[in-house]
T-cell receptor
Framework: GAVVSQHPSRVICKSGTSVKIECRSL??????MFWYRQFPKQSLMLMAT?????????EQGVEKDKFLINHASLTLSTLTVTSAHPEDSSFYIC???????????FGSGTQLSVL | GDSVTQMEGPVTLSEEAFLTINCTYT??????LFWYVQYPGEGLQLLLK?????DKGSNKGFEATYRKETTSFHLEKGSVQVSDSAVYFC???????????FGKGTRLSVIA
């Protein structure tokens, strides 16, 4: 079946640094990718939707200048947490949709810890 | 805003036991409802879904019925197997097949 690879699975960084998370669709072309985050003991919630070659659409309350999303190709989307702070510590998961199909394929997530 | 509440785990059952994982939701419209499953070391996978009231989603022996009157979408399986051990997430969406909000997940462990 379709596979979405997400890296890194875990990252620890110092406050003020930027962290990039990659999401790759390995055997299909992902016209749309989604980024979710889950704060500790909270629900997993959609952050943004990105379509290949266009700007991402962010959900209400998500800072687009802080969470930079790039979807430059049909197989790769990246989420960059800029100037990370401890309150950005969270679990981030990407998912990808092949073409205009119904199914979403999820990565296995990235645990970000900002010290 | 929209939200999903599901029962806290972990849930530990013996093989062939009956499973229920409760899920209730709040939403302003008429959302689609989903159950996702995450097996160890893998990404979330869609298990089943329902798009309107009284719809029943089913897959791999799991079922859930969209109950508008109780705003619930409880997951059930009559006889669990060890291979069902995973984390189960209830989710909703008001945008077709794009889940917007997930519950916190319920870890199920089935022992032989």
């Amino acid at each position: 079946g379709a596979v979405v690879s997400q890296h890194p699975s875990r990252v620890i960084c110092k406050s003020g640094t930027s962290v990039k998370i990659e999401c790759r669709s390995l055997d299909f072309q992902a016209t749309t990718m989604f980024w979710y985050r889950q704060f500790p003991k909270q629900s997993l919630m959609l952050m943004a939707t990105s379509n290949e070659g266009s700007k991402a659409t962010y959900e209400q309350g998500v800072e687009k200048d802080k969470f930079l999303i790039n979807h430059a190709s049909l197989t790769l989307s990246t989420l960059t947490v800029t100037s990370a702070h401890p309150e950005d510590s969270s679990f981030y998961i990407c998912s990808a949709r092949e073409g205009y199909g119904e199914k979403l394929f999820f990565g296995s997530g990235t645990q970000l810890s900002v010290l | 805003g929209d939200s999903v509440t599901q029962m806290e785990g972990p849930v530990t059952l013996s093989e062939e036991a009956f499973l229920t994982i409760n899920c209730t939701y709040t939403a302003t419209g008429y959302p689609s409802l989903f159950w996702y499953v995450q097996y160890p070391g893998e990404g979330l996978q869609l298990l089943l879904k329902a798009t309107k009231a009284d719809d029943k989603g089913s897959n791999k022996g799991f079922e859930a019925t969209y109950r508008k009157e109780t705003t619930s979408f409880h997951l059930e399986k009559g006889s669990v197997q060890v291979s069902d051990s995973a984390v189960y997430f209830c989710a909703l969406s008001d945008r077709g097949n794009t889940p917007l909000v997930f519950g916190k997940g319920t870890r199920l462990s089935v022992i032989a």
